[in-house]
């Protein structure tokens, strides 16, 4: 050990030493050939960028006097190698993905995920560690095919063009070079991190048992499929409050939540559920848009509802059969078809039946 110059330089110099003596115990052999950025978070200061690639093992190996003398390498540099170090010696991965920091732009109408403490999800905290874990999860889980739309807080922050990228796009990269993706922004990249968050947090400390399998599915989905299993089972044919309260407006407060207050106005003025239903060439007018723009903003509710619920149209076919073959209220069957079209429109019968098919572009 060289000849300390000062108080902060034998204090760096005995943490240095100190916490390779801990890191060279052999329980900590598996992170040897790991490199130095994969315990650094994207907000640190002042990082060593000399030692980022540089092996664990590497550096331990390295006697202190020849790093102190790296070209680049400062005293405040060599203070933040000491704190990566640190974190190396811990058996959860660096960070919480929470933090005070809100996004520039973000719009407060968007949900965001939110912990306990009412912090949002913060991805300029989310190390190259603890996304290690994210992805081991979504491996271990099978879930790599699932889509980035189906499995997203919200729609509204997620761009449409990558509505239906499934998670595997990312499975093989690491935080960084996502970030480096072309069309790749701050906003896009907090979405995706977010994803496999969620995740995460929901199948983290979920055991493997063999007979049993877990399906992620956004949460209005269950109880709808629920209550149309059981229509579909019974000889009662449900009233028209019946399909507003199990239908219809699950549907429109998920619209909500996706596509945004503007478009779920429009599309509960449309359906007629809190007053008369309204036309679009009267909503046209309030809005002082065209018609082509009002059909445009409703046209997001079936978008939408493609990735999230595509099961659904079929769901709903079997419902139109059974009602068709029944005697079921003129209110009722006029609030279930327009309910059905809004969400599931006819003009994406085909998409969709290819999609059904398998076909992949």
Request: proline share 6%.
């Amino acid at each position: 050990m060289s000849k300390a110059t000062s108080a902060d330089d034998y204090k760096l110099i005995s943490s240095f030493e100190a916490i390779r003596k801990t890191l060279m115990h052999e329980r900590f052999s598996d992170r040897m050939e790991k490199p130095l950025a994969y315990w650094a978070l994207p907000n640190d200061r002042r990082l060593p960028l000399a030692f980022l690639g540089r092996t664990l093992g590497d550096l331990l190996k390295t006697p202190y006097d020849e790093l102190a003398a790296t070209a680049g390498i400062g005293q405040k540099k060599i203070g933040s190698l000491v704190k990566l170090l640190h974190r190396a010696t811990k058996d959860e991965p660096p960070a919480v993905p929470f933090g005070l920091t809100d996004l520039a732009g973000d719009s407060a109408q968007q949900p965001a995920t939110r912990n306990k403490n009412g912090e949002k999800f913060d991805p300029s905290i989310v190390s190259e560690a603890l996304w290690v874990q994210w992805r081991d999860t979504v491996r271990k889980h099978g879930l790599a095919d699932q889509q980035l739309g189906r499995l997203a807080p919200t729609l509204q922050a997620l761009p449409t063009v990558i509505w239906h990228t499934p998670l595997d796009r990312y499975l093989e990269l690491p935080v960084a070079e996502i970030r480096q993706l072309k069309t790749h922004g701050e906003k896009r990249v907090r979405v995706v991190l977010e994803v496999f968050y969620v995740v995460n947090a929901m199948l983290a400390k979920a055991g493997n048992q063999h007979h049993l399998a877990i399906r992620l599915v956004p949460q209005f989905i269950l109880p709808v499929s629920a209550w149309i299993s059981e229509v579909l089972d019974r000889d009662e044919l449900p009233s028209a409050e019946e399909i507003r309260e199990h239908l219809t407006m699950p549907l429109l407060a998920q619209a909500k939540i996706d596509n945004g207050d503007t478009v779920h106005e429009l599309a509960e003025g449309r359906l007629g559920v809190s007053g008369p239903a309204q036309s679009v060439r009267n909503q046209s007018r309030r809005m002082s848009v065209t018609r082509a723009r009002v059909y445009q903003l409703l046209d997001e509710c079936a978008k939408a509802m493609a990735v999230r619920w595509p099961e659904g149209r079929t769901q709903l076919n079997d419902l139109a059969a059974k009602f068709r073959s029944g005697d079921v209220a003129d209110d009722a069957m006029k609030l279930f078809l327009m309910t059905r079209e809004l969400f599931f429109p006819h003009k994406y019968e085909s998409l969709a039946d290819e999609a059904d098919g398998g076909t992949d572009d």
